[in-house]
């Protein structure tokens, strides 16, 4: 690249962050602020690690912060360690033990996704947290395990200073409408491919 | 869904799982593990979150963590407070002081970029540090202000037990082919676009 083009690229970069930041103005005296309704989906890697990433931010500014697994295991050693630094600032809960999906007892299932579910609703009604992490909630509702019309809207109906994060493939249409925030994430190269195993820290 | 819909979708991802197990099998007999160079690009949110929960997993199992950032406050409060947790277990170097990438000032962007690059190679020599965050080190190669060669052949040539996690938009091809993982976060929805403004805790 030349240094024109450089400085051209610079030049257009630079419009368009002026024009974020009207954006952003304008936007500040429109809304002030809002809980946000946020989704990481897509089958690459990164959903569940964003939110963790999100979870842990917002406490490094004191808030507490509740996570429900709705997949067990989804979550490891490496980030139990860490949330544990945290003490009372988490709620984190997990599916019941056995829980892997693959049990071919729907009832049992329904019933595993409904407690889960039910942790996030009582999150919900907890003023104290102010985000919730509801992680691999796609996959409950794309087994139709919960009643997608009344997730959604006890999702719409949270606090006005409640952040909630969704993760997991495949997400609803009707999140995706209801969300502020929805970011896909799209596998573009894997080591698996390559003959590389998942490995302690990286991949759990 | 019905259930024999459900109970399909099921049988079918359990034979893509299964395929998956047996694909892992086949990786960890030819190669048990490896130092990856991890990537997260794209115009969507959640590269540098995602890599900051990489950090932190990382973190929770006792690995020493190295972090440069090519821009200046791309991490902010929130996750200062959460890796000062963990003391001399991170080594932290971010941009001089007033470094924006907007100086119009080339030789002095170069200047810091190099200076960045110069943290990065001193961690990657440290054989105490398991993984490295270069967090926007992808706008430093767009504009040029490092030799593209150089750089990833440094990368190319890091440790074994060595992970590497690059951010920033627009990746460079040639970092994409040398790397063995790379997400590309894309945006789907935005809740700017409604009228809410960045907010701490979520966007910083």
């Known amino acids: 690249m ?3 083009e450089a400085d051209k690229i610079r030049h257009r970069e630079k419009m368009a962050k002026r024009k974020a930041v009207q954006d952003a103005e304008v936007a500040s005296k429109t809304v002030t602020s809002k809980g ?5 989906t897509g089958a690459g890697k990164g959903k569940s690690t964003a939110a963790f990433g999100l979870a842990l931010r917002a406490l490094g500014h004191g808030w507490k912060v509740g996570i429900v697994q709705f997949i067990k295991g989804a979550w490891g050693t490496g980030e139990r360690n860490v949330l544990e630094k945290f003490g009372e600032q988490v709620v984190w809960r997990t599916m019941g033990e056995g829980f892997t999906w693959e049990t071919q007892d729907r009832a049992r299932d329904v019933a595993a996704a409904e407690r889960a579910w039910g942790e996030a609703l009582k999150m919900m009604a907890d003023p104290g947290i102010r985000l919730i992490v509801l992680d691999e909630l796609n996959i409950a509702l794309r087994y139709d395990y919960l009643p997608l019309g009344d997730v959604i809207a006890a999702l719409k109906a949270r606090r006005a200073d409640l952040h909630i994060v969704v993760t997991g493939r495949n997400a609803k249409p009707e999140l995706i409408e209801a969300a502020d925030l929805v970011t896909e994430m799209t596998l573009v190269k894997h080591h698996f491919a ?8 990286i991949e759990f």
């Open 194 to 201: 390559a003959g590389v195993k998942a490995q302690e820290g």
């Open 2 to 4: 030349t240094q024109s």
């Open 36 to 40: 946000l309704l946020i989704v990481h």
